[in-house]
Protein backbone atom coordinates (compact mmCIF):
# COMPACT_ATOMS: atom_id res chain seq x y z
CA UNK A 1 0.00 0.00 0.00
CA UNK A 2 1.51 3.17 -1.05
CA UNK A 3 2.55 5.64 1.74
CA UNK A 4 0.66 8.68 2.11
CA UNK A 5 1.28 11.58 -0.04
CA UNK A 6 3.33 13.75 2.31
CA UNK A 7 5.96 10.81 2.21
CA UNK A 8 7.72 12.74 -0.88
CA UNK A 9 8.87 16.54 -0.82
CA UNK A 10 7.11 19.65 -3.02
CA UNK A 11 9.42 19.53 -5.50
CA UNK A 12 9.60 15.59 -6.34
CA UNK A 13 5.45 15.92 -7.02
CA UNK A 14 6.31 19.09 -9.05
CA UNK A 15 8.74 16.88 -10.83
CA UNK A 16 6.53 14.28 -11.10
CA UNK A 17 3.77 15.99 -12.66
CA UNK A 18 5.82 17.64 -15.31
CA UNK A 19 7.04 13.82 -16.12
CA UNK A 20 3.68 13.07 -16.59
CA UNK A 21 2.92 16.24 -18.39
CA UNK A 22 5.50 15.99 -20.84
CA UNK A 23 3.61 12.98 -23.20
CA UNK A 24 0.34 15.10 -23.89
CA UNK A 25 2.90 18.29 -24.44
CA UNK A 26 5.17 16.54 -26.60
CA UNK A 27 2.38 14.81 -28.85
CA UNK A 28 0.84 18.56 -29.52
CA UNK A 29 4.25 19.86 -30.08
CA UNK A 30 5.38 16.97 -32.38
CA UNK A 31 2.49 17.27 -34.34
CA UNK A 32 2.76 21.13 -35.12
CA UNK A 33 6.61 20.65 -35.56
CA UNK A 34 5.83 18.18 -38.33
CA UNK A 35 2.95 19.47 -39.61
CA UNK A 36 4.79 22.96 -40.85
CA UNK A 37 7.83 21.38 -41.49
CA UNK A 38 6.33 18.89 -43.90
CA UNK A 39 4.00 21.49 -45.42
CA UNK A 40 7.23 24.15 -45.66
CA UNK A 41 9.39 21.14 -47.52
CA UNK A 42 6.99 20.01 -49.85
CA UNK A 43 6.02 23.95 -50.90
CA UNK A 44 9.38 24.41 -51.27
CA UNK A 45 9.67 24.83 -54.98
CA UNK A 46 6.89 27.20 -54.96
CA UNK A 47 6.45 30.56 -53.30
CA UNK A 48 4.94 29.66 -50.55
CA UNK A 49 7.11 27.06 -48.93
CA UNK A 50 9.85 29.59 -47.15
CA UNK A 51 7.33 31.58 -45.93
CA UNK A 52 5.27 28.93 -44.62
CA UNK A 53 8.68 27.40 -43.12
CA UNK A 54 9.45 30.95 -41.46
CA UNK A 55 6.05 31.30 -40.05
CA UNK A 56 6.33 27.54 -38.36
CA UNK A 57 9.98 28.42 -36.84
CA UNK A 58 8.30 31.52 -35.19
CA UNK A 59 5.50 29.60 -34.01
CA UNK A 60 8.36 27.28 -32.53
CA UNK A 61 9.95 30.32 -30.80
CA UNK A 62 6.51 30.51 -28.85
CA UNK A 63 6.88 27.32 -27.92
CA UNK A 64 10.36 27.34 -26.70
CA UNK A 65 9.26 30.32 -24.56
CA UNK A 66 6.57 27.83 -23.25
CA UNK A 67 8.40 24.70 -22.35
CA UNK A 68 10.95 27.48 -20.57
CA UNK A 69 8.43 28.68 -18.19
CA UNK A 70 7.06 24.93 -17.49
CA UNK A 71 10.85 23.75 -16.51
CA UNK A 72 11.27 27.06 -14.35
CA UNK A 73 7.59 26.70 -12.63
CA UNK A 74 7.96 22.58 -12.11
CA UNK A 75 11.62 21.96 -12.35
CA UNK A 76 12.96 25.03 -10.87
CA UNK A 77 15.35 25.71 -13.80
CA UNK A 78 15.77 28.66 -14.90
CA UNK A 79 16.98 29.68 -18.67
CA UNK A 80 17.43 32.98 -19.97
CA UNK A 81 15.51 34.30 -22.55
CA UNK A 82 16.89 34.29 -26.11
CA UNK A 83 16.83 37.81 -27.46
CA UNK A 84 14.07 38.85 -30.03
CA UNK A 85 14.54 38.62 -32.92
CA UNK A 86 15.35 41.30 -35.12
CA UNK A 87 12.10 42.66 -37.17
CA UNK A 88 12.99 42.88 -40.64
CA UNK A 89 11.76 46.08 -43.03
CA UNK A 90 9.61 44.38 -45.24
CA UNK A 91 8.16 40.50 -45.93
CA UNK A 92 11.11 39.25 -47.17
CA UNK A 93 14.24 40.72 -44.43
CA UNK A 94 11.64 39.08 -42.51
CA UNK A 95 11.26 35.55 -44.01
CA UNK A 96 15.24 35.71 -44.55
CA UNK A 97 15.85 36.24 -40.56
CA UNK A 98 13.46 33.61 -39.76
CA UNK A 99 15.00 31.40 -41.44
CA UNK A 100 18.13 31.92 -39.64
CA UNK A 101 17.02 31.65 -36.56
CA UNK A 102 19.41 29.47 -34.75
CA UNK A 103 16.54 29.78 -31.06
CA UNK A 104 14.06 28.81 -33.33
CA UNK A 105 15.84 25.50 -34.99
CA UNK A 106 16.88 24.52 -32.12
CA UNK A 107 13.43 24.75 -30.64
CA UNK A 108 12.17 22.73 -33.22
CA UNK A 109 14.59 19.93 -32.86
CA UNK A 110 13.55 19.98 -28.72
CA UNK A 111 10.16 19.36 -29.87
CA UNK A 112 11.03 16.69 -32.68
CA UNK A 113 13.24 14.32 -29.57
CA UNK A 114 10.49 14.94 -26.99
CA UNK A 115 8.17 12.79 -28.19
CA UNK A 116 9.61 9.59 -27.68
CA UNK A 117 11.20 10.94 -24.48
CA UNK A 118 7.25 11.53 -23.31
CA UNK A 119 6.48 8.19 -24.07
CA UNK A 120 9.27 6.75 -22.20
CA UNK A 121 8.76 9.14 -19.27
CA UNK A 122 5.22 9.14 -18.98
CA UNK A 123 5.27 4.61 -19.18
CA UNK A 124 8.12 4.48 -16.37
CA UNK A 125 6.45 6.94 -13.83
CA UNK A 126 2.78 5.60 -14.33
CA UNK A 127 4.46 2.00 -13.88
CA UNK A 128 6.27 3.26 -10.90
CA UNK A 129 3.06 5.43 -9.28
CA UNK A 130 1.68 1.45 -9.01
CA UNK A 131 4.23 -1.49 -8.40
CA UNK A 132 7.12 1.04 -7.56
CA UNK A 133 6.58 3.10 -5.42
CA UNK A 134 9.37 3.02 -2.84
CA UNK A 135 11.45 3.95 -5.66
CA UNK A 136 9.31 6.74 -7.52
CA UNK A 137 11.20 10.09 -6.00
CA UNK A 138 14.66 8.27 -6.89
CA UNK A 139 13.39 8.11 -10.59
CA UNK A 140 11.33 11.35 -10.84
CA UNK A 141 14.43 12.60 -9.48
CA UNK A 142 17.27 10.85 -12.86
CA UNK A 143 14.51 11.06 -15.04
CA UNK A 144 13.82 15.60 -14.77
CA UNK A 145 17.23 15.78 -14.36
CA UNK A 146 17.47 14.66 -18.35
CA UNK A 147 14.88 17.51 -19.10
CA UNK A 148 16.63 19.81 -17.17
CA UNK A 149 19.53 19.10 -19.37
CA UNK A 150 17.79 19.30 -22.38
CA UNK A 151 15.92 22.52 -21.27
CA UNK A 152 19.65 24.12 -20.90
CA UNK A 153 21.05 22.33 -23.65
CA UNK A 154 18.31 23.38 -25.98
CA UNK A 155 16.31 26.33 -25.21
CA UNK A 156 18.72 28.49 -23.77
CA UNK A 157 20.48 31.62 -25.63
CA UNK A 158 22.84 30.47 -28.65
CA UNK A 159 26.03 31.52 -27.13
CA UNK A 160 27.65 34.38 -24.69
CA UNK A 161 26.73 37.06 -27.20
CA UNK A 162 23.48 36.18 -27.69
CA UNK A 163 23.16 36.26 -23.82
CA UNK A 164 25.18 39.24 -23.61
CA UNK A 165 22.46 41.03 -26.29
CA UNK A 166 19.35 39.65 -24.28
CA UNK A 167 21.18 41.20 -20.59
CA UNK A 168 21.98 44.88 -23.16
CA UNK A 169 18.42 44.50 -23.99
CA UNK A 170 17.40 44.58 -20.28
CA UNK A 171 19.96 47.65 -19.63
CA UNK A 172 18.59 49.23 -22.57
CA UNK A 173 15.18 49.91 -20.14
CA UNK A 174 17.25 50.98 -17.29
CA UNK A 175 19.04 53.50 -19.27
CA UNK A 176 15.76 54.28 -20.94
CA UNK A 177 14.27 55.24 -17.23
CA UNK A 178 17.33 56.51 -15.76
CA UNK A 179 17.34 59.23 -18.83
CA UNK A 180 13.52 60.09 -18.11
CA UNK A 181 14.07 60.55 -14.72
CA UNK A 182 16.63 63.02 -15.36
CA UNK A 183 14.71 64.82 -17.52
CA UNK A 184 11.86 65.06 -14.93
CA UNK A 185 14.42 66.10 -12.20
CA UNK A 186 15.85 69.00 -14.72
CA UNK A 187 12.46 69.74 -15.76
CA UNK A 188 10.94 70.54 -12.10
CA UNK A 189 14.44 72.45 -10.99
CA UNK A 190 13.47 74.69 -13.97
CA UNK A 191 10.06 75.22 -12.92
CA UNK A 192 10.72 75.70 -8.89
CA UNK A 193 13.88 77.44 -9.38
CA UNK A 194 15.07 79.97 -12.03
CA UNK A 195 11.82 80.06 -13.98
CA UNK A 196 9.62 81.08 -10.38
CA UNK A 197 12.32 83.50 -9.87
CA UNK A 198 12.22 85.07 -13.39
CA UNK A 199 8.82 85.24 -13.15
CA UNK A 200 8.59 86.81 -10.36
CA UNK A 201 11.63 89.18 -11.55
CA UNK A 202 9.67 90.46 -14.56
CA UNK A 203 6.55 91.19 -12.40
CA UNK A 204 8.90 93.27 -10.06
CA UNK A 205 10.21 95.12 -13.43
CA UNK A 206 7.02 96.24 -14.60
CA UNK A 207 5.70 97.57 -11.39
CA UNK A 208 9.47 99.45 -10.66
CA UNK A 209 8.23 100.85 -14.53
CA UNK A 210 4.97 102.05 -13.28
CA UNK A 211 6.44 103.32 -9.98
CA UNK A 212 9.40 105.22 -12.17
CA UNK A 213 8.00 108.61 -12.51
CA UNK A 214 5.34 108.74 -9.89
CA UNK A 215 7.73 107.61 -6.76
CA UNK A 216 11.53 107.07 -8.24
CA UNK A 217 12.74 106.23 -4.91
CA UNK A 218 10.83 103.42 -4.19
CA UNK A 219 11.01 102.37 -7.96
CA UNK A 220 14.90 102.48 -7.34
CA UNK A 221 14.31 100.01 -4.67
CA UNK A 222 12.27 97.43 -6.51
CA UNK A 223 14.91 97.55 -9.62
CA UNK A 224 17.99 97.21 -6.71
CA UNK A 225 15.71 93.92 -5.36
CA UNK A 226 15.31 92.78 -9.15
CA UNK A 227 19.40 92.75 -9.44
CA UNK A 228 19.07 90.91 -6.29
CA UNK A 229 16.67 88.10 -7.74
CA UNK A 230 18.70 88.11 -11.42
CA UNK A 231 22.09 87.15 -9.15
CA UNK A 232 20.01 84.64 -7.01
CA UNK A 233 18.73 83.44 -11.04
CA UNK A 234 21.98 83.05 -12.55
CA UNK A 235 23.24 81.35 -9.65
CA UNK A 236 20.47 78.60 -9.79
CA UNK A 237 20.80 78.23 -13.70
CA UNK A 238 24.73 77.91 -12.65
CA UNK A 239 23.86 74.81 -10.26
CA UNK A 240 21.33 73.47 -12.63
CA UNK A 241 24.14 73.36 -15.26
CA UNK A 242 26.40 71.87 -12.82
CA UNK A 243 24.00 68.68 -13.03
CA UNK A 244 23.77 68.45 -16.29
CA UNK A 245 27.42 68.85 -17.12
CA UNK A 246 29.64 70.80 -14.94
CA UNK A 247 32.48 73.11 -17.54
CA UNK A 248 34.79 71.81 -14.97
CA UNK A 249 35.24 68.69 -16.05
CA UNK A 250 34.63 69.20 -19.69
CA UNK A 251 37.59 72.06 -19.31
CA UNK A 252 40.04 70.37 -17.01
CA UNK A 253 38.79 66.63 -15.99
CA UNK A 254 38.17 64.38 -13.33
CA UNK A 255 40.82 65.21 -11.09
CA UNK A 256 39.85 69.24 -10.35
CA UNK A 257 35.88 68.12 -10.85
CA UNK A 258 36.13 65.56 -8.27
CA UNK A 259 37.75 67.66 -6.18
CA UNK A 260 35.42 70.58 -5.76
CA UNK A 261 32.86 68.12 -5.64
CA UNK A 262 34.73 66.91 -2.65
CA UNK A 263 35.48 70.41 -1.33
CA UNK A 264 31.25 71.07 -1.41
CA UNK A 265 30.92 67.82 1.20
CA UNK A 266 30.15 68.41 4.82
CA UNK A 267 33.23 65.96 6.06
CA UNK A 268 36.69 66.36 4.83
CA UNK A 269 37.52 63.92 1.42
CA UNK A 270 40.67 63.65 0.24
CA UNK A 271 40.90 63.26 -4.07
CA UNK A 272 43.32 61.07 -5.53
CA UNK A 273 43.24 60.52 -9.21
CA UNK A 274 46.05 58.59 -10.60
CA UNK A 275 44.93 59.20 -14.61
CA UNK A 276 48.10 59.82 -17.17
CA UNK A 277 45.02 60.09 -19.92
CA UNK A 278 41.39 60.62 -20.15
CA UNK A 279 38.50 57.95 -20.79
CA UNK A 280 36.07 59.12 -23.01
CA UNK A 281 33.80 61.58 -22.22
CA UNK A 282 30.43 59.29 -21.53
CA UNK A 283 32.56 57.56 -18.71
CA UNK A 284 34.03 60.75 -17.51
CA UNK A 285 30.44 62.19 -16.88
CA UNK A 286 29.62 58.93 -15.68
CA UNK A 287 32.56 58.48 -12.95
CA UNK A 288 31.63 62.63 -11.92
CA UNK A 289 28.08 61.72 -10.83
CA UNK A 290 29.14 58.14 -9.58
CA UNK A 291 31.25 60.17 -7.35
CA UNK A 292 29.06 63.13 -6.57
CA UNK A 293 26.15 61.01 -5.49
CA UNK A 294 28.46 58.61 -3.17
CA UNK A 295 29.97 61.82 -1.83
CA UNK A 296 26.20 63.36 -0.93
CA UNK A 297 25.33 59.85 0.62
CA UNK A 298 28.31 60.56 2.89
CA UNK A 299 27.16 64.02 4.03
CA UNK A 300 23.51 62.64 4.90
CA UNK A 301 24.07 59.48 5.67
CA UNK A 302 27.31 57.97 6.97
CA UNK A 303 27.97 59.95 10.32
CA UNK A 304 31.56 59.96 8.69
CA UNK A 305 34.33 61.96 10.34
CA UNK A 306 36.41 61.60 7.05
CA UNK A 307 36.05 59.82 3.35
CA UNK A 308 38.36 59.03 0.65
CA UNK A 309 38.35 59.07 -2.97
CA UNK A 310 40.94 56.87 -5.46
CA UNK A 311 40.30 56.47 -9.16
CA UNK A 312 42.69 54.84 -11.18
CA UNK A 313 43.27 53.08 -14.71
CA UNK A 314 43.33 48.84 -14.74
CA UNK A 315 44.10 47.80 -17.98
CA UNK A 316 40.67 48.80 -20.18
CA UNK A 317 38.56 49.73 -17.27
CA UNK A 318 38.54 52.64 -14.31
CA UNK A 319 38.56 51.87 -11.26
CA UNK A 320 36.83 54.14 -8.32
CA UNK A 321 37.03 53.76 -5.25
CA UNK A 322 35.24 55.78 -2.33
CA UNK A 323 35.78 54.68 1.17
CA UNK A 324 34.34 56.88 4.52
CA UNK A 325 34.74 55.49 8.11
CA UNK A 326 30.91 56.15 8.97
CA UNK A 327 28.75 53.90 10.47
CA UNK A 328 28.27 51.43 7.69
CA UNK A 329 25.26 49.30 6.72
CA UNK A 330 24.72 50.40 3.09
CA UNK A 331 23.29 48.47 0.94
CA UNK A 332 22.18 47.93 -2.66
CA UNK A 333 18.46 46.60 -1.60
CA UNK A 334 15.44 47.51 -4.84
CA UNK A 335 14.63 51.15 -4.30
CA UNK A 336 17.66 52.64 -2.33
CA UNK A 337 20.61 55.32 -4.15
CA UNK A 338 23.09 53.00 -4.39
CA UNK A 339 20.60 50.20 -6.50
CA UNK A 340 20.33 52.60 -8.63
CA UNK A 341 24.16 53.71 -9.45
CA UNK A 342 24.63 49.92 -9.36
CA UNK A 343 21.97 49.71 -12.50
CA UNK A 344 22.83 52.62 -13.72
CA UNK A 345 26.84 51.42 -14.19
CA UNK A 346 25.44 47.88 -15.22
CA UNK A 347 23.75 49.20 -18.19
CA UNK A 348 27.21 50.34 -19.68
CA UNK A 349 29.16 47.16 -18.74
CA UNK A 350 30.57 48.29 -15.50
CA UNK A 351 30.47 46.63 -11.65
CA UNK A 352 29.55 48.20 -8.27
CA UNK A 353 30.31 46.50 -5.09
CA UNK A 354 29.38 47.64 -1.93
CA UNK A 355 31.29 46.77 1.58
CA UNK A 356 29.43 48.29 4.44
CA UNK A 357 29.65 46.28 7.56
CA UNK A 358 27.48 47.73 10.42
CA UNK A 359 29.62 49.95 12.35
CA UNK A 360 33.32 49.87 10.63
CA UNK A 361 32.56 52.43 7.43
CA UNK A 362 31.30 52.18 4.03
CA UNK A 363 33.84 51.01 0.97
CA UNK A 364 32.49 51.52 -2.43
CA UNK A 365 34.34 49.89 -5.50
CA UNK A 366 33.19 50.73 -8.92
CA UNK A 367 34.69 49.85 -12.38
CA UNK A 368 33.76 51.12 -16.03
CA UNK A 369 35.01 50.68 -19.42
CA UNK A 370 37.83 52.96 -20.45
CA UNK A 371 36.76 53.48 -24.10
CA UNK A 372 39.64 55.66 -25.44
CA UNK A 373 38.81 59.40 -25.54
CA UNK A 374 37.25 60.23 -29.23
Known sequence: MPPPVLAFPRQTWREIGYLLTNLPVSLLTFTYVSLWLYAGVAASITV?????????????????????????????????????????????????????????????????????????????????????????????????????????????????????????????????????ADLRRIERDLHDGAQARLVALAMGLGLAKEKLLEDPEVAAKMVDEAHGEVKLALQELRDLARGIHPAILTDRGLGPALSSVAGRCTVPVRVSVELAERPAPAIEGIAYFTV????????????????????????????????????????????????????????????????????????VTAELPWRNRA
Open 48 to 180: IGLPLLAAGLTGSRQLGRYERRRALRLLSVRVDEPSRLPRGRGFFPWVWTSLKDPVAWRATLYSLIRLPWGVFTFTVVVTALFVGWPLLGWIARGLSSVDRAMVRGLLSPSDELERRIAELESDRGTVVDTAA
Open 292 to 363: SELLQNVSKHSGAQRAEVELWRSGDRLLIQVRDDGRGGATTDRGSGLAGLSERLGSVDGLFVVDSPPGEGTT
